[in-house]
């Protein structure tokens, strides 16, 4: 006696759905062959929909990030408050912006994606909006400092180092890379908006706009974000097989320290974050906070500025968005040395481009630095996933830190070095030398071979 196939056997789908094949008796040799079923159309998967709503929200939560370097000025003038001390409130933020990362990654696998990420951005709003009654200096570390680097920091890049590892088996670079691309996008929608609401309206309107901003985005969070392929029955995109959600874990702040206490046995991740530190030196601290009141120094018009700051995002989208997809074909190591590289010959020439109007070379500078501003950040998540496995959203979470961490002490050190000596030329020159340093602790790395995971034909 013959039986059919086997009732309830599992497949995955092209999408990655898992699906049960019934049980069907064979038909008999004399029987009519069955009418053939129409074909059915390919669906999107899932995954795509929920990177396109953390994209979103990375972009609408690039407000806070685009504000520090156009309020110097500002309240400077207002308050008499010097640069270093505005330059403090900023490298509060961006300290708890990285460290609280690892810790935010940890507290995603407990609680979930959604929860995290609404709750971190009502606290930049809060933060933000309470700016505007600030009358003293400490108000402006606990409001632009802490809130908002709490906050900022909940749902920093760890936010899509979580979304990609749980989301994707392909494509993984490439969608690091548009994540990634999101605080550029943002960058690109508000810095223009922002300066010219606190040119015209002042620093006020324009700190409720970020607290909007901010605000606005969580609902998309909350209604359309899942945390994770099997809450909507799905396999990660381009797996073969179906992985069941795991449970939450808790202790997230001990899981967070015990994955930096392993990570910090070995001198792959001092490199990494190294190597990374003197990244937010040489971007957020540098460039993001004193590229425009430098400009200014120089007779530039802050909206001037501020529009080429904007037009770095653009370049940034691009070159991050490639750096995604070279990541899944080069190694990361070289990737990363040739981006130091670049990025530091570019800073030794910024102090001779500045001057009252836009001129070709610093046009270059632009274009140049826009490619190369966040292209570190694909390559570096690979190496974690490469060296830390299960653990490599939390270990880039501590590297993230280390990222921050540099870039506070040039936020603060950079206002200082102006109040000082009257120029920023030093900064940037010694950044340059930095990213020399950082091009060589990359190629130090060592390659570390891995399993490949099952993955299905994917389109």
């Known amino acids: 006696m013959s039986s059919g196939p086997l009732a309830g056997a599992e497949r995955a789908t092209e999408t990655g759905r898992v699906t049960q094949t019934s049980s069907v008796p064979a038909p008999a040799p004399d029987a009519a062959p069955p009418a053939p079923r129409p074909a059915r159309p390919l669906r999107v998967h899932r995954a795509w929909a929920v990177a396109a709503v953390t994209f979103v929200t990375i972009v609408g939560a690039a407000?806070?990030?685009?504000?520090?370097?156009?309020?110097?000025?500002?309240?400077?003038?207002?308050?008499?408050?010097?640069?270093?001390?505005?330059?403090?409130?900023?490298?509060?933020?961006l300290a708890l912006y990285g460290l609280t990362a690892p810790f935010a990654a940890a507290l995603m696998d407990r609680f979930g994606i959604r929860s995290v990420v609404a709750c971190a951005l009502v606290t930049i709003s809060l933060g933000a909006g309470l700016t505007v009654f600030m009358t003293q200096e400490w108000q402006l570390v606990l409001c632009w400092g802490v809130l908002v680097g709490l906050g900022s920091g909940s749902m920093a890049l760890a936010f899509a180092a979580t979304v990609a590892n749980r989301w994707f088996v392909a494509r993984r670079g490439l969608v690091t890379g548009m994540l990634t691309a999101g605080g550029a996008a943002g960058q690109l929608v508000f810095l223009p908006l922002l300066s010219w609401i606190t040119e015209h309206h002042g620093w006020r309107p324009a700190a409720v706009t970020v607290a909007g901003a901010a605000l606005s985005v969580a609902p998309f969070v909350w209604f359309l974000l899942r945390d994770h392929p099997a809450d909507v029955g799905l396999a990660a995109f381009g797996a073969a097989e179906f992985t069941p959600k795991p449970a939450p874990t808790t202790g997230a702040a001990g899981r967070a320290l015990r994955a930096l206490a392993q990570a910090a046995r070995g001198g792959t991740f001092w490199l990494l974050a190294g190597s990374f530190a003197i990244c937010g030196a040489s971007t957020n601290g540098l460039v993001k906070t004193h590229f425009v009141p430098a400009a200014h120094d120089h007779g530039l018009p802050v909206t001037t500025a501020a529009s080429l700051l904007a037009v770095i995002g653009v370049f940034d989208i691009v070159g991050t968005v490639a750096s995604g997809w070279f990541?899944?074909?080069?190694?990361?190591?070289?990737?990363?040395?040739?981006?130091?590289?670049?990025?530091?010959?570019?800073?030794?020439f910024l102090p001779m481009l500045?001057?009252?109007?836009?001129?070709?070379?610093?046009?270059?500078?632009?274009?140049?630095?826009?490619?190369?501003?966040?292209?570190?950040?694909?390559?570096?998540?690979?190496?974690?996933?490469?060296?830390?496995?299960?653990?490599?959203?939390?270990?880039?979470?501590?590297?993230?830190?280390?990222?921050?961490?540099g870039a506070a002490l040039v936020a603060y050190l950079g206002g200082v070095a102006r109040d000082a000596l009257g120029s920023y030329d030093v900064v940037w020159y010694t950044s340059g030398a930095l990213c020399a340093v950082a091009a060589l602790m990359s190629l130090v790395v060592r390659h570390r071979p891995v399993a490949v995971p099952a993955m299905a034909v994917t389109g």
């Open 354 to 405: 500045f001057s009252d109007a836009i001129h070709p070379s610093m046009v270059l500078f632009i274009v140049f630095y826009g490619l190369d501003w966040v292209a570190t950040v694909p390559p570096t998540m690979a190496l974690c996933r490469e060296h830390y496995g299960e653990n490599s959203a939390i270990v880039f979470g501590w590297v993230l830190a280390a990222h921050q961490i």
């Open 327 to 348: 990541t899944d074909r080069l190694s990361p190591r070289r990737l990363l040395a040739i981006y130091y590289g670049l990025r530091g010959m570019s800073l030794m």
């Open 63 to 93: 407000a806070f990030a685009s504000l520090p370097g156009l309020l110097i000025d500002p309240l400077h003038s207002e308050f008499g408050w010097s640069r270093g001390m505005i330059g403090f409130a900023v490298s509060i933020n």
